[in-house]
C-alpha cells in the first residue's frame, strides 16, 4: 500500500520535500488546517523558523489536532525546524514559544549559528549505507537525548539526526539535495 504523507505547509521547503516523498514512492499532500490531517500515514515537519511555525499553528488551528495525531502515535520527520517542533524541550526559544512535542530530546535553536555559519559536510546516519551529504542552515543540535532516543548521526559533538519510535528528526535538510535516503527511511517506517 502506498503511505500517504502530509508536510506541514506553514513555512519551509515544503516544495522539495513533497518531491523527495513522492521519489521514495509516496503520496503526499500540504497540510495547514485540521481536516488535512485526516487519513495520513505520517507528516514532515520542514524548516523554517520553528516560532513562526509555532504561531502559523495556532492561527491556522492546526496546533492542536497535530499535537494530539502525534500523541496518538502519527509517524512524524521533522527536519531543522520540524526537529525544534517536535522536541519536548528546546533551549534559547522566545518566551512564549512552544514546540509540537513527542520527541524525548532538549534541542538548542541556532546552535551552529547564523545564516552566515551555515555549513555542508559528509555524514554517516545509521540506517542510510554509505556517506550522506548534510546542508546545514541556522541549525539546531541535540543537547540531551531520552533513554528511548537513538542517536543517528553526530556533527561537532552533538547529536544531529535522531529517532525515538515513529518519529525521525535531523538538524540539517535532506531536500536541500538530491539525496533521497532520509526520506526513503522516514517511509520505510510508515
Do not use: K
Not at 119 to 129: A, H, K, Q, S, Y
Not at 135 to 152: K, N, S
Amino acid at each position: 500500500m502506498t503511505p500517504t504523507v502530509g508536510v506541514l505547509a506553514l513555512q519551509g521547503d515544503v516544495v522539495d520535500h513533497r518531491r523527495a516523498l513522492e521519489a521514495v514512492g509516496a503520496r503526499t499532500r500540504t497540510v495547514r488546517r485540521p481536516e488535512e490531517l485526516v487519513g495520513l500515514d505520517g507528516i514532515v515537519l520542514p524548516g523554517g523558523e520553528s516560532s513562526t511555525i509555532d504561531r502559523l499553528s495556532r492561527r491556522f488551528g492546526v496546533r492542536e489536532p497535530l499535537v494530539a495525531a502525534l500523541r496518538a502515535g502519527l509517524p512524524a520527520y521533522g527536519s531543522c525546524a520540524g526537529m525544534i517542533m517536535l522536541a519536548d524541550e528546546i533551549v534559547d526559544g522566545l518566551p512564549d514559544q512552544q514546540t509540537f512535542g513527542g520527541l524525548d530530546v532538549t534541542v538548542r535553536r541556532n546552535a551552529f549559528g547564523r545564516q552566515v555559519d551555515s555549513f555542508e559536510t559528509d555524514l554517516d546516519l545509521i540506517g542510510v549505507d554509505g556517506t550522506l551529504h548534510a546542508v546545514f542552515i541556522r541549525a539546531p543540535w541535540v543537547e540531551r537525548v531520552g533513554a528511548d532516543v537513538e542517536v543517528l548521526a553526530s556533527a561537532a559533538g552533538h547529536p544531529v539526526a535522531v529517532r525515538q519510535g515513529a518519529l525521525l528528526a535531523t538538524s540539517f535538510h535532506p531536500e536541500a539535495t538530491a539525496d533521497t535516503r532520509v526520506h526513503a527511511l522516514f517511509a520505510a517506517g510508515l
